[in-house]
C-alpha cells in the first residue's frame, strides 16, 4: 500500500524556518522524481519544487527560489522540504506527491503568522 506521510509543518513567525519532511513507503522510492505542493485557503494548488529520483537535479517555483531547498535521502525514502526566510505569503497546506502517479500524501499546515 502507497503512503506519503508529510510532516513538519507549524507556526512560525515571519523570517523563520521550517524543515518538511515527506516519508514514503509502499513502493520504489528511489525510481521516481518527487514534487511539493502547496494550497493556501482560497486558492489553487501549485507547484512548489521538485526533484529527480537521485537529487541531482531541482526546480523551484520563482516564489520560493533562493528560500526553499528540497532535498531527499533515498536510503531512508524520505524526501525534505528545508524553507528559510518564511514569508506570511507560504502559509498553505503542503504536499508531497510522485511524479506520474497520482499518489499524495494528506498534507502538512504551514502557518506564517507574526
Known amino acids: 500500500q502507497v503512503q506519503l506521510v508529510e510532516s513538519g509543518g507549524g507556526l512560525v ?28 485557503p482560497g486558492k489553487e494548488r501549485e507547484l512548489v519544487a521538485s526533484i529527480s529520483r537521485a537529487g541531482g537535479s531541482a526546480n523551484y517555483a520563482d516564489s520560493v527560489k533562493g528560500r526553499f531547498t528540497i532535498s531527499r535521502d533515498n536510503a531512508k525514502n524520505t524526501m525534505y522540504l528545508q524553507m528559510n526566510s518564511l514569508k506570511p505569503e507560504d502559509t498553505a497546506v503542503y504536499y508531497c ?5 497520482n499518489w499524495w500524501g494528506q498534507g502538512t499546515q504551514v502557518t506564517v503568522s507574526s
Not at 13 to 30: D, I, K, Y
Not at 97 to 101: C, E, H, L, N, T
Request: proline share 3%.
Open 97 to 101: 506527491k510522485v511524479i506520474g502517479k
Open 13 to 40: 513567525q515571519p523570517g523563520e524556518s521550517l524543515r518538511l519532511s515527506c516519508a514514503a513507503s509502499g513502493f520504489t522510492f528511489s525510481i521516481y522524481d518527487m514534487r511539493w505542493y502547496r494550497q493556501a
